[in-house]
């Protein structure tokens, strides 16, 4: 298990090094940002502590350049105790937990073990898919550079389709992932929505990225209608 330290408080830095050594871990340090994204890009690390204060970029940018550059490595953001607004643009920016500053060594260590657990997947915070994007976190949906309006629902059934490119999915389980059992009226509800989405994200642009696959449900083209 190798770790990445990015802190540029060296008291700090030191502290979680050797903290993370005792642990039998193996754990580099990037005192700055700019440090921190070239060797992510060399090194393939089990985990990356990222300090959200750091001079030049700080963790959000680090993080929001690590995954568009293709990183994955999950990563623990470390944060002021009271910046909520911190944390939500850090998990919003790829970044998979956060721990508020000052913290017990302990917890981090059961963070840092339970994200490694759930692996480096791709699991961009921006989904996309051929030139259809969606951004859970601002609620936007873009098809090439035209931004479009969805309701809500219509929104809940594309991300349920962005978030499973390719896959046929059965009326059933897109009822069951876009809507809850306060929903009474079920029978073609999802018909009626694909219609929707249809007339939105594919025919103004002569596309056809929602596939009927008759007799099961529906698909969304991997390549987006393109
Ligand atoms: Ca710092």
């Given at each position: 298990m190798r770790v990445l330290i990015v802190e540029d408080e060296l008291k700090m830095a030191s502290l979680l090094r050797r903290g993370?050594?005792?642990?039998?871990?193996?754990?580099?340090?990037?005192?700055?940002?700019?440090?921190?994204?070239?060797?992510?890009?060399?090194?393939?690390?089990?985990?990356?502590?990222?300090?959200?204060?750091?001079?030049?970029?700080?963790?959000?940018?680090?993080?929001?350049?690590l995954r568009a550059s293709g990183v994955w490595s999950p990563v623990l953001m470390l944060t002021a105790r009271d910046a909520y607004e911190d944390r939500v643009a850090g998990l919003d920016a790829g970044?998979?937990?956060?721990?508020?500053k000052p913290f017990s060594?302990?917890?981090?260590?059961?963070?840092?073990?339970?994200?490694?657990?759930?692996?480096?997947?791709?699991?961009?915070?921006?989904?996309?898919?051929?030139?259809?994007r969606l951004d859970p976190a601002t609620r936007q949906v873009w098809r090439g550079?035209?931004?479009?309006?969805?309701?809500?629902?219509?929104?809940?059934?594309?991300?349920?389709?962005?978030?499973?490119?390719?896959?046929?999915?059965?009326?059933?389980?897109l009822l069951e992932h876009?809507?809850?059992?306060?929903?009474?009226?079920?029978?073609?509800?999802?018909?009626?929505?694909?219609?929707y989405l249809r007339a939105k994200i594919d025919r103004p642009f002569g596309r056809d990225s929602l596939e009927t696959v008759r007799g099961v449900g529906y698909r969304l083209r991997r390549d987006g209608g393109a």
């Open positions: 993370l050594l005792e642990e039998g871990y193996a754990a580099d340090v990037a005192r700055m940002g700019e440090d921190a994204l070239w060797m992510a890009g060399a090194v393939d690390y089990d985990a990356i502590v990222l300090d959200l204060m750091l001079p030049g970029i700080d963790g959000v940018e680090v993080c929001r350049r970044a998979d937990d956060y721990l508020p060594f302990a917890e981090l260590l059961a963070r840092l073990r339970a994200l490694v657990r759930r692996g480096a997947a791709e699991r961009p915070a921006v989904l996309q898919v051929g030139d259809l550079d035209h931004e479009l309006s969805l309701s809500a629902k219509e929104f809940a059934l594309l991300e349920t389709f962005m978030l499973r490119p390719g896959e046929v999915l059965s009326r059933y389980r876009a809507w809850d059992f306060g929903y009474e009226n079920r029978s073609n509800v999802v018909d009626v929505y694909v219609r």
